[in-house]
């Protein structure tokens, strides 16, 4: 019978948990960003802090989570593992986490539930805080962290002590004698579904959670390289674009976005590229991909304004166990992902990598 409802169902669920998801407002979006990026930058403290980036630094950032009670309403459930082995992999070789929010899926969970059933990953974070190397940042749906009078006492009882939680940092680094900021913050800010809205977070821990559990769907499927920017990224990207010799790295999404271009919109401009070049065989080669990943009418998206600066995360809850983050190590950035699908066993893949002396304008 489930199975039955699921293929019934599935499609329409999903479409309704998008629909009541994200609400993005250009406006909104661009304010908040403006707001909290010029706050940090004039009075780093409470809203979030500036951290002085040295070549030899290393960071690892992941967002999404979503750690849940490890029912069928856990989207995190099958990523543990991935996360586990990328966190021990990364503290080995002395990366500095930042967890860029919605760590802890508090719309649909008590705290009690959520630190019962992720000890585990706790301690893996929490071996970061010992080494001075753990920012923590809140999203929408662990909001909790920035306005719970409880908040201090249960991050005390998870990690042993009571760590800040911020909106925002801000990573300077000096790349070919130019300064470069690198903006990090969850990104629900403007959205109108996410930003302190009570009838989502009641959407979805009364409807959404229960029909989920009970139908056992995962709305994160990893088919964002088979996808255009979505709406709240391409609001993101249109105000990084507006600033100079800065950059901006968010999650919420839960779609990877790297120098500003998800998969399909990188595999579009290097077709463009290769079409100017007259590169016929780049230009068969691609145009083979986009068959595997497009419907048949869609239309190339405009790279007029393109401009190599956003990123997005991802997410850590794929319905197939994989995870995917941004590294930044000796002058370059990263998108990486981690997946047991090949090998049986986490493995670090990298997706696309380039040096940070691109993003400057």
């Known amino acids: 019978m489930r199975k039955l409802l699921q293929k019934l169902l599935g499609k329409w669920v999903i479409r309704l948990s998008n629909k009541f998801g994200s609400r993005p407002n250009q406006k909104r979006i661009h304010n908040a960003l403006t707001t909290l990026y010029h706050t940090i930058s004039k009075s780093p403290g409470k809203r979030g802090i500036i951290l002085e980036v040295k070549q030899a630094d290393r960071f690892i950032i992941f967002s999404d989570q979503h750690k849940g009670a490890r029912d069928y309403a856990d989207d995190f459930s099958l990523a543990e593992p991935n996360y586990l082995a990328a966190l021990n992999h990364y503290r080995k070789n002395n990366f500095h986490y930042i967890n860029l929010g919605d760590s802890e899926e508090l719309w649909e969970n008590l705290m009690e539930t959520i630190i019962k059933h992720n000890q585990a990953t706790f301690d893996a974070e929490r071996a970061f805080i ?75 821990s009364t409807i959404w959670a229960p029909l989920q559990s009970f139908l056992r769907i995962n709305p994160n499927t990893p088919a964002y390289d ?74 190339a998206p405009e790279f007029k304004q393109y401009k190599p600066g956003y990123f997005n995360s991802g997410c850590c809850c794929f319905n197939d166990g994989d995870i995917t983050g941004i590294e930044i190590e000796n002058d370059l950035i990263r998108l990486i992902k981690w997946s047991f699908l090949k090998t049986g066993s986490p493995e670090r893949i990298l997706l696309e990598e380039m040096k940070l002396a691109e993003l400057l304008d």
């Not at 080494?131 to 306005?147: M, P, S």
């Not at 968010?250 to 990877?256: A, D, K, V, W």
């Not at 976005?257 to 998969?263: E, G, I, K, P, Y």
């Open 130 to 204: 010992e080494a001075g190397a753990f920012t923590k940042i809140f999203g929408n749906h662990d909001l909790y962290w920035d306005n719970d009078p409880l908040a201090g006492f249960n991050l005390n009882r998870i990690y042993g002590q009571k760590i800040s939680v911020y909106e925002g940092v801000i990573l300077k680094t000096t790349v070919d004698t130019k300064t470069l900021n690198i903006f990090l913050t969850h990104g629900h800010q403007g959205d109108l579904q996410s930003d302190g809205n009570w009838f989502s977070k009641w959407f979805v």
């Open 226 to 299: 088979s996808q255009l920017k979505t709406e709240h990224n391409s609001m993101m990207y249109s105000w990084q674009a507006e600033q100079m010799n800065t950059s901006l790295i968010t999650g919420h999404t839960h779609q990877p976005v790297f120098a500003s271009l998800t998969h399909l919109e990188r595999i579009y401009l290097k077709l463009k590229n290769a079409t100017a070049a007259h590169n016929e065989k780049e230009i068969e080669m691609l145009n083979l991909e986009l068959r595997k990943r497009i419907k048949k009418g869609d239309e």
